[in-house]
């Protein structure tokens, strides 16, 4: 079945940097990529819509600037978290699917970030 | 180690009656459970949680959700089906205790289809 392949899993890093997290379809290609985000305690909320060869949907209050998505080929979409802080530390998470088939998520990456 | 289990890949109703989504999970924790849908091309919606509160949960559009801790189960029920129920669900536990951060585990998800 369809796979969506998520890196890092975890990743620690020191405030001021910035971290890239990989999304990945395995077996099929995605025109369209989402990704997502799990404050502690609270429940998913999505960031971005991640749309192949153009310029990603940001849900409101998200900064763009802040949160960089590149979608440049039909199986990988990037969120790159830019001068990471603190605040940032949080579990993203990326979903894919198939034309028209069920979606499928990512693993998940924890960011801490010190 | 955590794991979820939606019981049915596609359910079929008719708009007016009862649904019914069964989510089964195993977990080490207190888990907490969720319940979200997608609507064609748009992103995940929560629908309910449950943190260990009330073991009967309301959330939105009508859904509701049980988590019953002797039959590991967590299943969705709405009374009333509307075509604009038609979508996919997703039930999710959390790994972590408490439900703080860290890992989802998603269900394979249950694509409910509405008839007229």
């Known amino acids: 079945g369809a796979v969506v392949s998520q890196h890092p899993s975890r990743v620690i890093c020191k405030s001021g940097t910035s971290v890239k997290i990989e999304c990945r379809s395995l077996?099929?290609?995605?025109?369209?990529m989402f990704w997502y985000r799990q404050f502690p305690k609270q429940s998913l909320m999505l960031m971005a819509t991640?749309?192949?060869?153009?310029?990603?949907?940001?849900e409101q209050g998200v900064e763009k600037d802040k949160f960089l998505i590149n979608h440049a080929s039909l199986t990988l979409s990037t969120l790159t978290v830019t001068s990471a802080h603190p605040e940032d530390s949080s579990f993203y998470i990326c979903?894919?699917?198939?034309?028209?088939?069920?979606?499928?998520f990512g693993s998940g990456t924890q960011l801490s970030v010190l | 180690a955590q794991s979820v289990t939606q019981l049915d890949s596609h359910v079929s109703v008719s708009e007016g009656t009862p649904v019914l989504l069964r989510c089964n999970y195993s977990?080490?924790?207190?888990?907490?459970l969720f319940w979200y849908v997608q609507h064609p091309n748009k992103g995940l919606q929560l629908l309910l949680k449950?943190?260990?509160?009330?073991?009967l949960v309301k959330g939105i559009n009508g859904f509701e959700a049980e988590f019953k801790k002797s039959e590991t189960s967590f299943h969705l029920t709405k009374p009333s089906a509307h075509m604009s129920d038609a979508a996919e669900y997703f039930c999710?536990?959390?790994?972590?205790?408490?439900?703080?951060?860290?890992?989802?585990?998603f269900g394979k998800g249950t694509k409910l289809s509405v008839k007229p």
């Open positions: 977990s080490s924790y207190s888990p907490s």
């Open positions: 077996d099929f290609q995605a025109t369209t």
């Open positions: 449950y943190t260990s509160a009330a073991t």
């Open positions: 979903s894919a699917r198939p034309d028209n088939e069920k979606l499928f």
């Open positions: 991640s749309n192949e060869g153009s310029k990603a949907t940001y």
């Open positions: 999710v536990v959390s790994d972590s205790p408490g439900g703080s951060q860290g890992n989802l585990i």
